[in-house]
Structures are given as C-alpha cells and as structure tokens.
C-alpha cells in the first residue's frame, strides 16, 4: 500500500512538472501581445491625462529655451562662435544628439521592426534596422554633399570677379590707375585676400545652413513618434518617468541644433521659423497621440512598421550629423588641434554629454 502511494505521488510529480514544461511558452508568450493594452481603470485615465498636458507644457519650454540660448545669448561672450567655451558647449550637445541616435532611436526601431507582432517574411528574415540606417547616413552624406556643390557653385561664381574685367578696368576700378606700380600691385594682393576671406566666410556659413536644416530634419521625425506615442498612451506609470527624460532630451537636442542655426546666419524670420518648428512638434505629437487614443494600437503591424521605418531613418540622420558635421569639423578644427586644453575640455564634454543622454535611456 506504500509502495503503490509512493508511485501514485512520484507519477503526480513528473505530471506537474511535464505541466510547468507545457505552460513555459504560454507564460513567455503572454508577455507579447498584439492587442492594445487600455486599462479600464477611468482614475488611470484621468491621471494620465494629467501627465501628457504636464509634458506638453514642460517638453515646449525646455525645448524653447534649449534652442534659443545659443541664438538670444550669442552677445555674451560665452555663447559666441570664436569663444572656446562655444567649442566645448558643441561637443556635450554633439554627444547627446549622438547618444540620441545609438541608445534611444535605434534600439526602439530595433525592437518595433523585430517584434513578434510582425510577420516572419520580410521582417524576421533581414536586419531592416541597420540597413534603413546606413542608407539614411549615405543620402544624408549624399544631400549635404550635393547642397553644398551647388550653392558654393551658385554664390561663388557670381561673387568672385572675372579676370579680362579686372585687366579692362571699369568704372569702380578708375582710382587704381591714378598709383604706382608698386601701390597698385599692393592693393591688388588686399584685394584678392579680401575676396578669398568672404569666399571662405561665405562657404562656412552655407556648410552650416545645410547642416542646421538637415539635423533638424532627423531631429523632428524622431520626436513627432515619440511625441504620438506617448500622447497615445493611456498608462500613468508609463508617462510618468517620460515627462521628465523629454523634457532634458528636448533641451540638450535643442541646444544643438541652436549652435548651429547661430552659426547658419539666417534671417530673423528663418531663424524664428525654424525655433518654432523644433518647439511645437513634441507637443504637437503629444496633442496627435492624444487625439486618435482610442483607436490607435502601438502595436498593430502598420504601426510597428511605420514606427521603425522612421526611427531607423531618424536614426541614421543624426548618427551621421553627429559625427561628421558636428563633432568632427569642431574636433578638427585648427584652433582646436593647436589648443591642448581645449582639446581636453571637449572630449570630456563630449563624453559627459554622450553619458547624460545615455542615462535617460533608464526612464525613456
């Protein structure tokens, strides 16, 4: 009778744990849903609501003041171009749009375009993430490299002077004629280093206006997803932690891109144009989310795909601006390269900037 309890308890054992092997993958599986999780909870809702109006408000004055200080304070002396310390604010701004890129935008298109969710062909059998992102990095390098040929084509060939006007001698050039030899061979060589200096002064600042518009490009597809997304979310434990990530996100990117709009030289109506643009669109993607709530799911097929398509190409974009165009150009600049200190001052803070932004990623 013993023996007969102990091999009905044994067989009850290998059943239960033969039970525990059948509901692993149930347990696993229900963790990753296709279904849009709305809680029903209405407390939940109103305090999530809560939350997103706190984050429009905060989101627009941190990325308003983060990208008008480079512009509004380029008098004081800190916030100019040829002061070291513009140098070193560049680097930090240049780490966070670059940490941006590698550990808040790629690891969401990552997961967006690898989720289960998805079909397996095409999405499980190719790394779409890396590939829509390189492509992005060689139209981006292709772009700025095309817009700058054409418009150093386009302004330098009306401005510099054409060498049979100069010999004939015009109008403008009568008072030359009335000198020297040796005067006039001396003001000639003034104005050739004169025409060289605007000519260099000229390109420098088309490079930045080209830059300025192309990283404000990956800068606002990245944060119209993220803005919906988190709109669209109905969970307070969610939101929560966000409001506060964004909020530095968005006035470190800022400062970035405003270093860089300073040194474009714009008109004050592109300028304010352009200040707008990068202020209104988290919160106006926070307003979108918020306006299809209920009939948005983060996690149907089209949004999974269209999420990490554009993140992917979002992500490529600042990858490339970040290092060519903003870390690379300052970092090999010769007033940096003759500066040893400054060199220093900038890798430190770019590897501050590059570990404040990577550490939001905890809470985003």
Not at 6 to 13: E, P
Not at 48 to 72: E, F, R, T, W
Not at 161 to 187: F, K, L, R, W
Request: net charge positive.
């Amino acid at each position: 009778m013993v023996g007969l309890n102990y091999c009905s308890a044994k067989l009850n054992l290998r059943l239960e744990k033969l039970l525990i092997l059948l509901y692993l993958p149930i347990l696993v599986s229900a963790d990753c849903t296709c279904e849009n999780e709305l809680p029903h909870n209405s407390s939940n809702k109103t305090k999530a609501l809560k939350y997103k109006l706190v984050a429009i408000s905060s989101i627009l004055i941190a990325g308003a003041l983060g990208v008008s200080l480079p512009i509004l304070g380029k008098k004081h002396p800190t916030f100019r171009t040829e002061n070291n310390m513009f140098f070193l604010i560049k680097a930090f701004a240049g780490g966070v749009i670059l940490a941006t890129g590698f550990v808040h935008i790629l690891p969401d298109a990552y997961e967006s375009l690898s989720s289960p969710c998805l079909s397996e062909k095409p999405w499980g059998v190719f790394p779409f993430t890396g590939f829509l992102a390189m492509v992005s990095a060689i139209v981006t390098m292709m772009i700025d490299a095309f817009a700058t040929s054409f418009y150093k084509r386009s302004h330098f060939n009306k401005a510099l002077p054409v060498n049979g006007d100069e010999e004939m001698g015009g109008e403008h050039e009568g008072h030359v004629h009335v000198h020297t030899h040796a005067t006039h061979g001396h003001a000639h060589g003034s104005a050739l280093v004169s025409e060289d200096s605007r000519s260099s002064h000229q390109y420098h600042v088309i490079r930045h206006r080209i830059i300025s518009q192309v990283l404000e490009v990956g800068i606002v597809v990245h944060s119209v997803i993220i803005g919906m997304a988190l709109g669209a979310s109905q969970s307070a434990n969610t939101i929560k932690p966000l409001v506060a990530a964004l909020t530095f996100h968005q006035f470190f990117e800022g400062m970035g891109l405003g270093g860089c709009i300073c040194q474009a030289k714009f008109k004050s109506r592109a300028i304010a144009i352009m200040l707008l643009f990068f202020s209104l669109t988290t919160p106006t993607g926070i307003a979108l989310g918020m306006g299809i709530s209920k009939i948005y799911n983060e996690n149907s097929p089209k949004a999974l795909v269209v999420e990490g398509i554009l993140n992917s190409l979002s992500a490529g974009i600042l990858i490339y601006m970040s290092l060519v165009d903003l870390l690379a150009a300052d970092f090999m600049n010769p007033r940096m390269q003759s500066n040893i200190k400054l060199q220093l001052g900038s890798n430190l803070s770019l590897l501050l900037g590059v570990a404040s932004m990577s550490l939001l990623a905890k809470w985003s």
